[in-house]
């Protein structure tokens, strides 16, 4: 059997206090196996400990104790520069795409910098590729990254984080801050992604309704550990933990695919109501 993409085992993070010397614990002995190809979402309620985990295996985050391996290979002691070398196989794509792409570069010179940096050979070739992957126009990599809508920048985002052809993306609320159509069609994109790459989601979300949309396995997160874990139908609709069934009902699961499709619907009804053609 390949080893994992993602292997997980007994993860500690905790945050020293300013001024005192108790550490707050923060995640408490997480266990998470994820797979090529495989889609596995975090969700929980805020502060629970979502990004926290994604931190941890970027090397954003104090680990204390237990070990992250990525295909195999242990990444939990590397220095970040280190790690950036080792680990170009791992990605994260952020909620703002606004704050993560510098608004001032061209969109060929955000996507060419990792390909230059790895010697990737035919880098602008590679990012013309990367371009018409994730649908945006052929000229976009000649615009600055400030010309573009927020669906737009993530796609960017997405090209930057695919560029490398990378095992695992940390995805972290990559929809959160898009419209319902717009999230849809991202969400597409990144199933269509990973149906063409194989690239594993590590996906982070408070959005049961865009969990379910995009999700093989849901892990379910309470003050740092995980309380259940299963299949995304299982987890949804037949939930075994009590914080999982208060999870769903406090967020009834709403899904932005078929919210979006409901919209287009009455768009177009909208309009044919009014004797016009629909474009588009
Ligand atoms: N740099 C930090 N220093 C100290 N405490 C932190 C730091 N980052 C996060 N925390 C704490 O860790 C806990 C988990 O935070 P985290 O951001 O992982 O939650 P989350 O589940 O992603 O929440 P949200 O849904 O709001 O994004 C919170 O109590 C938070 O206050
Ligand atoms: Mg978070």
Redesign the pocket.
Known sequence: MADPVLEVDDLHVS?RRRGRSAE?R?IRGVDLVLDAGETLSLV?E???????IGRALLGLAPVREGRIRLDGADITDLSRRRRRVAAAGLQAIFQDPYSSLNPAMTVEDILIEPLIVRRVPDARGRVRRLLEEVGLPSDAGRRLASEFSGGQRQRIAIARALALEPRLIVCDEPTSALDVSTQARILALLRDLQDRTGVAYLFIS?DLGVVRHISDRIAVLKDGTIVETGPTRQVIEAPAHPYTRRLLLATPVTDPVAQAERRRQRHASAIAARGLDVIG
């Open positions: 945050y707050k923060v929980g805020s502060g629970s400990g979502k990004s926290t408070h």
